[in-house]
């Protein structure tokens, strides 16, 4: 029997059009620099890390995001580019128990 590979892909465009870097989850037990070799960039705004750094990279046993995937998606992909914009931010997604980390949180409370 062979083994299903798993990965999952976080992607996030705004309104506007901007589309983040994508944040890409291996199922492994240890990333391989191979799987990150000439990444996507996304639709940049702007030439900081957030926006023109590439993809990012992750891996879980499992190939999904977790709580702690997910917070650093969120503090280096999502956090940064929005904070540099203006007014209020919305972020849609599933309810998935993984997004709603006690760090997360804390940090949206800190933004409003």
């Not at 999952?8 to 994508?22: D, R, V």
């Not at 989850?25 to 990150?36: E, F, L, N, P, V």
């Not at 904070?83 to 849609?92: A, E, T, Y």
Request: net charge positive.
């Amino acid at each position: 029997m062979w083994a299903q590979p798993s990965i999952s892909i976080m992607m996030c465009e705004s309104a506007s059009g901007i589309l983040l870097s994508p944040y890409v989850i291996y199922k492994a037990q240890k990333m391989w620099a191979q799987w990150t070799e000439n990444s996507p960039k996304g639709d940049p705004c702007c030439s900081d890390r957030c926006c023109m750094g590439g993809s990012r990279y992750n891996r879980t046993n499992h190939g999904w995001f977790d709580g702690q995937t997910f917070t650093d998606w969120f503090c280096s992909s999502f956090l940064p580019h929005a904070k540099k914009l203006p007014g209020r931010k919305i972020l849609l997604g599933d309810n998935l128990s993984s997004h709603f980390t006690d760090t997360v949180i804390q940090l949206i409370l800190q933004t409003l």
